[in-house]
């Protein structure tokens, strides 16, 4: 229903623009959210949405133009005037200004520079300068500064003089004059309180705050931590200089959400596109390279295969358990590996937990792999033997099988949750140590296994 209610709507726009009914447009498209109006754009095109841009009011253009793909964005860049330009970069956040910039040809990013004004470019180069993925370069610097010796009727004045330009107020910011953090005070606390409390009397003192160069994903994760809606930023000095919002935060944990699964599925990860953006070439770019390195790492269960050749000719039955044994052994490193590196980026576990952690993964793979050994043994003996009159599938081949499974298993959920530790500890992305690299790993060490297993109770 929600669907057809969306198409419908697109229709009406599209259907009153060839019309040119231009008054009934604006009324539409004032009662809509920014992020509806920017996929309705985007339905309709980039021609026409340069004049649906312009029926929009000033705030609602601006809130519009950072909800719109990147692509959208230098279009209608492209087809503003200067004023028009200028317009639209007075009613950003610095933040999301920044956002755009990143994003945006050398060419256009100058023309952004320049209609913005000296304050606003000062701002935003400041922003620029620190690392990607740091938390200040995502945080902004629109945030309501209060003094410690203000009264709460004075600090309101001040939250009404200049709130509007902030892209916060619920939470106010108590600084020195050397704009030292020392507090917050909330708006609820501001209102509750007499008009003449002074504001170090009621400010929170214990500040919890996040330097310059921290880590983007370690910022939004205490998000999650402590629910906050934002959080201020600090320089090595403990001076406020902005902060970072939820809505920013949220932004982040998409971003390395995504960039994680790529990673795990063995892709590099790419520029922060949907999926019916990114072009062929640049998603075969992505995904080309593990595999080769993949392939050529597998290789190597070939090369464990030829040295057993003597083996597998003596029991050619032990050929058909191979495919079973190697996807056990992947799907246990997988489980554990996946467990861990959710655990290590919300940080419920690191790499001095990592004695408990195998000790814990060799109980459940004992566990794990006693239960499949358990019941591949039924299966070949009552099912394979008996049912399917498979007479060389004897007892001993049955053994080799289970215990090879239990052997399998145990070393798979080891590699699967060391992996990942010793991954974090050294500087990479746990992610990188997911599915495809551990699979290989192990299905090279579970056919090893199997061979020697079978070469010694078999005889072959």
């Not at 370690?218 to 200089?241: C, H, S």
């Not at 919002?245 to 998409?254: C, K």
């Not at 081949?397 to 239990?406: D, F, G, N, S, Y």
């Not at 500890?425 to 297993?453: E, H, N, R, W």
């Amino acid at each position: 229903m929600e669907r057809t209610n969306t198409v419908t709507l697109f229709e009406t726009i599209a259907t009153l623009l060839e019309k040119k009914r231009y008054p009934t447009l604006r009324d539409i498209l004032t009662t809509m959210n920014p992020v509806d109006i920017a996929a309705a754009f985007e339905e309709i095109g980039s021609e026409k949405c340069a004049l649906l841009f312009r029926l929009l009011p000033k705030e609602l253009a601006a809130d519009t133009f950072v909800e719109m793909d990147e692509e959208m964005q230098e279009a209608l860049i492209h087809g503003f005037s200067d004023t028009e330009l200028k317009e639209v970069i007075d009613e950003l956040y610095v933040d999301d200004a920044v956002d755009i910039i990143e994003e945006m040809p050398a060419n256009v990013v100058k023309r952004i520079l320049r209609q913005a004004d000296p304050e606003t470019r000062k701002e935003i180069n400041e922003i620029l300068k620190y690392p990607e993925d740091s938390a200040g370069s995502i945080m902004t610097t629109e945030c309501v500064i209060l003094r410690p010796k203000m009264t709460v009727e004075e600090a309101i004045k001040r939250i009404r003089r200049t709130g509007i330009d902030k892209e916060t107020i619920y939470t106010c910011y108590v600084a020195d004059d050397f704009s030292t953090l020392i507090g917050i005070v909330t708006i609820k606390t501001l209102l509750l309180s007499d008009e003449d409390e002074i504001l170090e009397n009621i400010m929170e003192t214990n500040v919890i705050s996040v330097n310059t160069l921290d880590d983007q994903e370690e910022v939004a994760q205490m998000f999650n931590k402590y629910n906050f809606l934002a959080l201020p930023v600090v320089d090595k000095e403990n001076r406020i200089v902005g902060i970072v919002t939820f809505d920013d935060a949220i932004d982040v944990m998409e971003e390395e959400a995504t960039e994680d699964i790529q990673k795990m599925a063995a892709i590099t990860p790419t520029a922060d596109k949907p999926y019916d953006k990114v072009g062929v070439f640049e998603t075969y770019l992505s995904r080309i390279p593990w595999l080769l390195i993949l392939m050529i790492s597998a290789t190597f269960t070939g090369i464990i295969i030829t040295s057993f050749e003597d083996a597998l000719a003596g029991s050619l039955v032990l050929s058909s358990f191979i495919p079973m044994l190697m996807d056990t052994g992947g799907n246990s490193g997988s489980q554990a590996s996946v467990t861990i590196i959710r655990a290590l980026s919300l940080g419920e576990i690191e790499f001095k937990d990592i004695i408990m952690v195998i000790f814990k993964e060799c109980r459940v793979s004992l566990l794990c792999g006693v239960t499949l050994a358990a019941a591949n043994f039924a299966k070949i003996m009552l099912f394979d033997r008996l049912v399917l009159g498979n007479t060389a599938l004897s007892v001993t081949v049955a053994l080799v099988v289970c215990l090879t499974m239990i052997v399998t298993v145990f070393i798979a959920k080891l590699v699967g949750c060391t992996l990942p530790m010793f991954a974090k500890k050294i500087g990479f992305d746990p992610a990188v140590m997911a599915s495809p690299f551990i699979t290989t790993i192990v299905d090279a060490i579970s056919l090893f296994v199997y061979f020697q297993i079978a070469t010694a109770l078999l005889r072959i």
